[in-house]
């Protein structure tokens, strides 16, 4: 079955720096990559995705970039705000069948 | 809409215990899904439901077991609870349309769960 490796497990910031996020995964027929943003005691949600035939992604401060020849895949966050502190999941996905997750990031953000 | 709900939210049993957690979800999603969360393991896959009536082991099901009678809720039981079982369990729901495969998961609040 599928692997998702993530790294860092965490990651600390100052206020206005970039954070960068990397997860690689195995099975090349994975074709779809979200990214889940959980605040302390809230649930997931995700954030931004990405699909197989892109290349990378943007959405105001946050970008995703997928190498899948290397099949490796990165959240990057700009201009880091305390409120950006969270734990962040990746995941990949073939088709319909089950996401595998990551094990996740805690971004710490200081001001 | 109230999206992903979780009953309880918070429970405390003792070991031998048994229990039911519910999961609601009111965006008539297809897939329904069981996660337990704990410190630096991430989400796991307990069990999960592409459709009413139909259930399926994750990564983690020993222990557990599920049920999806209704499309609307998926239920999660623990049979004699263990401290190992103590954790985080998430909910989640996702849709499948036609030729749509890239599908966002709806997560619920969650219940924290000790077994003592």
């Known amino acids: 079955g599928e692997n998702v490796e993530q790294h860092p497990s965490t990651l600390s910031v100052q206020e206005g720096d970039s954070a960068v996020i990397k997860c690689t995964y195995s099975d090349s027929a994975s074709n779809y990559f979200p990214w889940y943003k959980q605040e302390l005691g809230k649930r997931p949600q995700l954030i931004i995705d990405?699909?197989?035939?892109?290349g990378e992604k943007k959405d105001q401060r946050i970008a995703v970039t997928l190498n899948k020849t290397a099949k490796h895949f990165s959240l990057h966050i700009t201009e880091t705000q305390p409120e950006d502190s969270a734990v962040y999941f990746c995941?990949?996905?073939?088709?319909?069948?089950?996401?595998?997750f990551g094990r996740g990031t805690s971004l710490i953000v200081h001001p | 809409n109230a999206g992903v709900t979780q009953t309880p939210k918070f429970r405390v049993l003792k070991t031998g215990q048994s229990m039911t957690l519910l999961c609601a979800q009111d965006?008539?999603?297809?897939?329904m899904y069981w996660y337990r969360q704990d410190p630096g393991m991430g989400l796991r896959l307990i069990h999960y439901s592409v459709g009413e009536g139909t259930t399926a082991k994750g990564e983690v099901p020993d222990g557990y077991n599920v049920s999806r009678l209704k499309k609307q809720n998926f239920l999660l039981g623990l049979e004699s609870a263990a401290p190992s079982q103590t954790s985080v369990y998430f909910c989640a729901s996702s849709y499948i349309s036609g030729t749509r495969l890239y599908n966002e998961q709806f997560f619920g609040p969650g219940t924290r769960l000790t077994v003592l």
């Open positions: 995941a990949a996905k073939i088709g319909s069948y089950i996401p595998t």
């Open positions: 990405i699909r197989s035939n892109v």
């Open positions: 965006m008539n999603h297809e897939y």
